[in-house]
Each structure stands twice: as C-alpha cells, then as structure tokens.
C-alpha cells in the first residue's frame, strides 16, 4: 500500500509540473506575438547572473547588429551527400539535398518576411571561412544561388543558424564561482536546451549568452514563428537594455545639471 501511494504522488507532482510548463510556453508565445516588451524584459533578464558587466556588453552587441548585419548560415550537409553518393546510395543524398533546399527556402521566407531588427545576409556554412576573410561571391539570393551583386557594407556582423542552442547557465556558474574573466564556453558540462533552434553566435562562432536574446527554438519546423519571436525579443532587449538606459542618463544629466 505504501508503495501505491508513493507511485500516485509521484505521477500528481508529474503531471502538475507539466502543466505549469505547458502554461509557460503558452503564455510566452502569447506575449510575444504583442509585442509586449515588458514581458520580454522579464525573459531576457530573469536570471540571477544577469551582471552589469554581462548587460553593458549585451547592449553594445544590440547597439551594434542594430546598424550593423545578421548573417544567416544554411546548412547543405555536403558530407552527408557525398559519403552516401559514394556509397552508391544516390536516392539518400538526393533526398537530403532537397530537404536542405526546402529548410533553407523556408529560411530564407521567414527573416526576409520577418525581421526587421538589422539587415540580414544569407551564405552557405560550408562558404563561412570564405566570408570571415572577406571574400566576394558568397552571399546568397532568394533562390540559394551566388549573388556577386550582394555585399555586406558593414563591418559589425553576428551569426544566425539553425542547430543546438546550449544553456547559458554552465558557463555563467564557473564565472561567478571562479571570477575574473569567463572560461571557454562549450565545455562537457554544457547542456543542450533546444535541438532545433535559431542560434545566435559571434564572428569567432562562439554562441552569445543573456541577456543577449542568443536562440529561440523552433517548433515544428514553424520558421516564421521562431524568426518573430526572435524579432520580439531583440527589439523588446534594446528597449530595455539600450533605449532605457540611454533615456535614464539622459535624466541623470538633467538632474546634475538642476
């Protein structure tokens, strides 16, 4: 009888917490499809090692992409595609390819519909050590194709693709415990929070961190709604983190002033 009853609490504790985070998601995604920066402040912030080391630097990251440019990386598999070329399994790798084709086409629809927080650039992952050394010819049109027309102007840049997002808060833990400057940022006590999801990353292809908005998952291959909510969520973050704080010194001045 004992054991029944340890059985039936375990699966009450069970379902309660599952419906809390049901509950959670929900209301997250209904905040955001509003627009409603308050509730994204309380997202991107909401971690007790949000620093004001690590909010100056995010809001020099927002104020930069925000004049600067987001390149998205797409994915080809090309390994994939030539190992089961060779092994003479040709249906695998055309069905890779065109699955790739049409990922990257929704892709591509989703941040030239949706974004709107910088400008946005599209290459091949296979094409990234080209373009980190500047290399003309890399960027990518609506149809996937090599534009030469298209260049990048600026000279600020963070990475978008899809992939793992790993959680913040290993990486944040060893700073604090340890001080002085972070350590490396994957390490084999990450853990992966999202398998599928937009992640974001800089120049080095090092994924950021909060309170910089550095993922957003993707569910059911929904592209459209991941790129808005990343969209929300970078626009309601440089409200806060910039905008606010600007407005804030701004007051400070004025007071000093009087």
């Known amino acids: 009888m004992r ?44 971690s007790r090692y949000d620093s004001l080391v690590s909010k100056e630097r995010a809001a020099q990251e927002l104020k ?12 080809t598999n090309d390994k994939s595609v030539k190992g089961y070329a060779e092994a003479g399994k040709q249906n695998i790798a055309d069905r890779i390819i065109e699955d790739r ?37 890399v960027f990518l049109n609506d149809a996937l194709t090599y534009d030469p027309s298209i260049v990048m102007k600026d000279t600020f840049f963070i990475i978008a693709e899809y992939g793992a997002a790993i959680g913040a ?24 929070i999202s398998n599928s999801a937009l992640v974001l990353s800089n120049r080095n292809l090092e994924q950021l961190n909060r309170p910089f908005p ?12 991941a790129v808005i909510r990343l969209n929300n969520a970078l626009e309601g973050a440089y409200a806060r983190l910039v905008f606010k704080k600007e407005l804030h010194d701004v007051d400070d001045k004025q007071k000093k002033k009087k």
Do not use: M
Not at 18 to 30: A, H, M, P, R, V
Not at 64 to 75: A, D, F
Not at 214 to 225: K, T
């Open 169 to 192: 808060s290993i990486q944040e833990n060893r700073y604090w415990k340890g001080g002085g400057k972070r350590g490396s940022y994957i390490s084999s006590e990450a853990n992966t």
């Open 3 to 46: 054991y029944v009853v340890i059985i039936l609490a375990v699966i009450l504790s069970n379902s309660i917490f599952g419906q809390e985070n049901s509950l959670s998601k929900n209301d997250t995604t209904e905040i955001d499809s509003k627009y409603d920066t308050t509730a994204i402040d309380f997202t991107v912030s909401s």
């Open 101 to 137: 084709k049409i990922q990257n086409t929704a892709i591509i629809r989703a941040f030239k519909s949706y974004y709107t927080f910088s400008k946005v650039l599209f290459i091949y992952a296979r094409d990234t050590k080209r373009f980190l050394k500047g290399e003309k010819g």
């Open 64 to 75: 930069s992409l925000k004049t600067g440019t987001l390149v998205v990386r797409l994915k």
């Open 214 to 225: 550095f993922c957003e998952a993707v569910y059911l291959n929904n592209y459209d709604g």
